[in-house]
């Protein structure tokens, strides 16, 4: 069936240093990728995403890559911050239901000072 | 209004209780969606409305039934529900109007769900 795998599954980085998550789709057909952070007790909220039309897309700090012949993308993240500890969500949208997402299993993430 | 609400923010219920969470957005959106996540895990997709319109149900048990009275609206009646189904219960949307494109969904804050 459908699946997103997501590596890794905790990342622990210094304050300023990068950090890389990764995750690798089946669908053939999933255009939309989309990155959501998840702190502690709140509701997921979207960081960035991206469109099988795109091979990378940046937002400040933040930058996703796609890589439509290997079903991978990632989430780049530099200088990273105290807050930007979070869990990380990536997902991939459905062949069969474009509005439906395929949630990757998450990266616990700690930036420490 | 750009946030998706949800009431109520905490709910403890008992297995033969019936309670309903409710979901509101203003934003136009024309998709709604319940999904239920478990403590350390992604969100789990429960239900998919497109135009007031049940389009996905994915294989939920019955002691959930969704209801969409109206384009800003989205219900979820809980009946007869088990210790298992504690969970955060997250009702997101999106515009609806993307055709074969992905959107983006916009989640509200959940309810934390307690079945005792």
């Known amino acids: 069936g459908e699946n997103v795998e997501q590596h890794p599954s905790t990342l622990s980085v210094q304050e300023g240093d990068s950090a890389v998550i990764k995750c690798t789709y089946s669908?053939?057909?999933?255009?939309?990728f989309p990155w959501y952070k998840q702190e502690l007790g709140k509701r997921p909220q979207l960081i960035i995403d991206i469109r099988s039309n795109v091979g990378e897309k940046k937002d400040q700090r933040i930058a996703v890559t796609l890589n439509k012949t290997a079903k991978h993308f990632s989430l780049h993240i530099t200088e990273t911050q105290p807050e930007d500890s979070a869990v990380y969500f990536c997902?991939?949208?459905?062949?069969?239901?474009?509005?439906?997402?395929?949630f990757g299993t998450g990266t616990l993430l700690a930036v420490q000072p | 209004d750009t946030e998706v609400t949800q009431t109520p923010k905490h709910l403890v219920m008992g297995m033969t209780n019936k309670k309903s969470l409710k979901c509101e957005q203003h934003?136009?959106?024309?998709?709604m969606y319940w999904y239920k996540q478990k403590a350390k895990k992604p969100p789990e997709l429960m239900f998919v409305y497109s135009y007031e319109k049940l389009s996905i149900n994915e294989s939920v048990p019955s002691r959930f039934s969704p209801e969409c009275p109206n384009s800003s609206l989205l219900n979820l009646h809980l009946h007869a529900l088990q210790p298992e189904d504690s969970a955060l219960y997250l009702c997101?949307?999106?515009?609806?109007?993307?055709?074969?494109?992905?959107?983006?969904?916009?989640f509200g804050p959940g309810t934390r769900l307690l079945v005792l």
């Open positions: 669908d053939s057909a999933s255009n939309y």
């Open positions: 934003m136009g959106h024309r998709a």
């Open positions: 997902a991939a949208n459905s062949r069969g239901a474009t509005n439906k997402l395929i």
């Open positions: 997101a949307s999106s515009h609806g109007t993307s055709g074969l494109l992905g959107e983006t969904q916009y």
